[in-house]
């Protein structure tokens, strides 16, 4: 039967049960289908974001010189994640309340709850979306309130906010309806955009770009004139995906471990049992670890193939030679790229003028979705159990459940979006969401090979690969910020306040 959830000794208890290890998924095409949910929604979000918003702009320019370093990004991102999916699969737990277990204790579960807020309660993947639903349907504020001084799209953002809390409002389990929502997206997303590209692009065009991805034409040409160090150091986030916020989807999927862990409920239904302690099996015994050991092959060859293989490369890959195949063309001749409004709706101008009219608005209609869809879980994970995770662990729940603080604060913060998507981001704070994964990508990096090393049995401790692998991401993402704090800021800063710099 489902319970409140639990804290305290209540909790402490229920860690202490010995679990079964569940039968895995097999390590076939199937097996890979049935665990597509994590690295579907973590593919929607990486996909909604630098893909449709920087790498067409990128190149527009044709400056594709630097596009190695998304694939830098993208082998380093594949080791943090794996680690991650790691440990919540041998734990039933997310990555943010086992920061509970490293020193000082009880300061980095609310570190991480902070920095999700302050990082993502801005509704900016909204913001793209709303754009995209008014010259989707032509209906505007306006239409509906003559003489409204509110912005044109925002009719869409109150409906779209809306949206956000109905789902979750009334979903049996959140986690069900964002698995099927991006997996569906994820497919449209392919199909969309590999047939605007095949139809779109020469053979040229793919080998430029390919050339840009081995480093090559940046051995060759050097650093390419007209990419701003900011998109530079942007690219080395791509594809960006959820870093370590896919071991919430790790768990709620089910997966290892995360079959015994509690889900949110919708607030019509029981809420069910959640605890924020490791959930405990038997690692002394051959047979249990061999079937977790293919329980993180399997989450292994999902990330890879999903996210890493699809997402991180073919998907970026596609929507850079689209851009260069019809964007770059208008550049040369306006000198020109998509700014303001267009930045968001750029793959539907370039699908419009490629497959026609109706294409156009078909691909319009996805990337809408595509960004509305990701702030989903820019408010159910990043946000809403990144927070409530940090009451869970640090026992600040002031006597109430975990969907109590969980619907509270996704409410709160859906609620404050009808006035942020109503006002231009601040510039500090644009840069501060623009830098933020790269600083989060080296402390996580950090922090996991330190649970994963001191938490699990020896069998599943980091690889000497992953070890070297993790260090790399915290050493460059760090120096990468203190040269872009150095050479970048103090000029961009300048513009921004209307000084000659």
Same mark, same amino acid.
């Given at each position: ?70 694939? &830098?990004?993208? @082998? !380093?991102?594949? +080791? *943090? #994640? ?5 440990? %919540?699969?041998? =734990? ?62 925002? &009719?869409?953002? @109150? !409906?779209?906010? +809306? *949206? #956000? ?5 009334? %979903?049996?389990? =959140? ?327």
């Amino acid at each position: 039967m489902a319970e409140m959830a639990q804290y305290g000794p209540e909790a402490e208890i229920d860690a202490r049960e010995i679990h079964k290890v569940p039968d895995p998924f097999p390590l076939t095409l199937a097996g890979m289908l049935a665990m597509v949910g994590p690295q579907a929604v973590n593919f929607g979000i990486s996909i909604g974001g630098g893909e449709a918003y920087l790498l067409p702009n990128v190149a527009a320019r044709g400056t594709l010189g630097m596009h190695w370093l998304m694939l &830098v990004s993208v @082998v !380093i991102e594949t +080791a *943090l #994640v794996y680690e991650c999916i790691k440990y %919540s699969v041998c =734990t039933g737990r997310s990555f943010f309340s086992a920061t509970n277990e490293l020193k000082p204790f009880g300061f980095w579960p609310w570190f991480w709850a902070v920095a999700a807020v302050l990082t993502y309660a801005w509704p900016a993947w909204m913001g793209g979306a709303i754009v995209a639903a008014q010259r989707f349907t032509g209906l505007s504020t306006q239409t509906l309130v003559p003489g409204s001084t509110l912005p044109p799209p925002y &009719v869409w953002a @109150v !409906i779209a906010l +809306a *949206l #956000v809390l109905i789902v979750f409002y009334f %979903s049996d389990r =959140t986690w069900v309806f964002l698995e099927k929502f991006f997996t569906i997206i994820m497919v449209a997303n392919i199909v969309l955009v590999l047939l605007v590209t095949v139809v779109a692009a020469r053979p040229e065009h793919y080998l430029t770009v390919l050339l840009g991805y081995m480093g090559i034409t940046f051995l060759t040409q050097g650093y390419p004139q007209g990419l701003p160090l900011t998109d530079a150091l942007a690219l080395y986030n791509q594809p960006g995906g959820s870093l370590m916020w896919v071991s919430f989807w790790v768990v709620a999927a089910g997966w290892g471990m995360g079959r015994y862990a509690g889900q949110v409920t919708g607030v019509f239904k029981p809420p069910e049992k959640i605890t924020a302690q490791e959930l405990r099996w038997d690692d002394q015994d051959p047979a249990e670890r061999a079937k977790m050991q293919r329980w993180i092959k399997g989450g292994a060859y999902s990330l890879i193939l999903w996210w890493a293989v699809i997402g991180g490369f073919l998907m970026t890959y596609l929507y850079s030679v689209a851009g260069l195949a019809y964007l770059h063309p208008q550049f040369l001749q306006t000198g020109q790229v998509p700014s303001g409004v267009e930045v968001p709706i750029q793959m539907a101008t370039v699908a419009g003028g490629v497959l026609g009219q109706m294409a156009g608005w078909l691909m319009l209609l996805v990337i809408m979705v595509t960004l509305y869809d990701a702030q989903f879980p820019f408010y159910d994970t990043y946000i809403g159990r990144t927070t409530t995770d940090a009451m869970a662990v640090t026992g600040k729940t002031a006597g109430k459940s975990y969907r109590f603080w969980y619907f509270a604060i996704v409410t709160t913060v859906v609620v404050l979006g009808l006035y942020l998507v109503t006002v231009a981001q601040p510039f500090i704070l644009w840069t501060g969401v623009a830098l933020a994964s790269i600083v989060y990508r080296s402390i996580g990096s950090l922090q996991i090979i330190q649970l994963n090393n001191t938490r699990l049995h020896p069998e599943f401790r980091v690889s000497k690969l992953n070890f070297w692998l993790l260090w790399f991401s915290v050493v460059s993402g760090l120096l990468s910020i203190v040269g872009w704090l150095i050479l970048v800021f103090p000029g961009e800063a300048c513009k921004q306040a209307g000084f000659l710099c």
